[in-house]
Structures are given as C-alpha cells and as structure tokens.
T-cell receptor
C-alpha cells in the first residue's frame, strides 16, 4: 500500500530552527508538496520538490532524496505565527496526491 | 473574490436533512476536488473533476453527490448523512496538466451531523 509518515506533533522555541521529516512509500513518484494549515483554515502551498536537493524560500527550505523516499521541511527563525500543522503529500505514478496526516508544530516563547 | 471560496463555513444538520456545499474558484483552473479532513487523519480525496468531467470517485457513499456545472463551480450535495460524516470538507482547484499541478484550497466547511 501507499504510505506517508510524518511525526504527529513537534514543539520548538521562538527564534530557533525546526526540521519536520516526511518519509514515503508510493507507487511511483511525480513530486512532493509541503502545505501549511493553521487551525480552522485552508491548507496553503509552501513548497514543491521533484528533483533531489534543497529548495530554499526565505525562512523555509524543503529537501528531497528520492532514493531514500525522504523529505524534510526546515523552518528557521521561528515565529509564533508558524504554529500550524504541516502536511506532506506525494504525487504517485497515477498523478494522485497521497497525503500524510500532518505534523502539528507548537511554538513556545 | 480571489482564490477558492466555500460556503457555508459551518453547517449543522440532522441525519434526515438535505443540504449542499458550494465551492467557487477564481483562479482560472480546470480541475476541482472535494476532500474530507478528519482529526489526525490524512486528507481523503472524495471526487475529482477535470475539464468538468468526473475523473475520480474514491468509493464514496452515495449519500454524497457531487456536481460540477462549469469549471469554476463545484457542489457537494448531502442527504441522509451519518454522524461519522462529521468533518471538515475542503474544496481545491488546480490547473490539470500544468507544470506542478499545485492544488489550492478553500477554507472548508465544518460539518456536524447530529
């Protein structure tokens, strides 16, 4: 079966750095997405990786290793507004998005 | 209006009621999706419409009935729901056969079935 694993919950301190991991086992691979979802709001697109390596976008970076079935989202200089759930999703060979259950990130002052 | 909008934002209904959820996208996309989001579970894809044709129906019970009258509008008709159908229902849109086909989501309808 197809599976996306990510930690259920993480806690970090304001101003620090946090890495949220995502491992996947899917039938084929056509890209990996990270979304941010604040409580009661829509998931919003953060990043897309289709080739191995690191993609940087301001305070957020996303890394992909296709051979290891692994990605991470790196958040630097954490702010209180970064408290949210972070969703990892992989597009499989049928171009379907397979979603993880999300990682709830709690930022403490 | 910009992006993807959904109405209503909150809905409480009895098991014998009939209601409809509405989604509208203002992004010029040609594919639209209905998802169910339950607490601590992955997003569950329910239906996909591409170029106004239904291309995916993931074994969703017949008490959920989608309708896509044009590429900008999507409805989810609900009837004789069960309490376990209580969840957040999210609509999304994308440009099918686009470069990334990134999906953009609406704010969702929080549904409670009593």
């Amino acid at each position: 079966g197809q599976n996306i694993d990510q930690p259920t919950e993480m806690t970090a301190t304001e101003g620090a750095i946090v890495q949220i991991n995502c491992t996947y086992q899917t039938s084929g691979f056509n890209g990996l997405f990270w979304y941010q979802q604040h409580a009661g709001e829509a998931p919003t697109f953060l990043s897309y990786n289709v080739l191995d390596g690191l993609e940087e976008k301001g305070r957020f970076s996303s890394f992909l290793s296709r051979s290891k079935g692994y990605s991470y989202l790196l958040l630097k200089e954490l702010q209180m507004k970064d408290s949210a759930s972070y969703l990892c999703a992989v597009r499989d060979s049928n171009y379907q998005l397979i979603w993880g259950a999300g990682t709830k990130l709690i930022i403490k002052p | 209006e910009t992006g993807v909008t959904q109405t209503p934002r909150h809905l409480v209904m009895g098991m014998t009621n009939k209601k409809s959820l509405k989604c509208e996208q203002h992004l010029g996309h040609n594919a639209m999706y209905w998802y169910k989001q339950s607490a601590k579970k992955p997003l569950e894809l329910m239906f996909v419409y591409s170029l106004e044709e239904r291309v995916e129906n993931n074994s969703v019970p017949s008490r959920f009935s989608p309708e896509c009258p044009n590429s900008s509008h999507l409805f989810l008709h609900l009837h004789t729901l069960q309490p376990e159908d209580s969840a957040l229902y999210l609509c999304a849109s994308s440009q099918a056969r686009g470069d990334q086909e990134t999906q953009y989501f609406g704010p969702g309808t929080r549904l409670l079935v009593l």
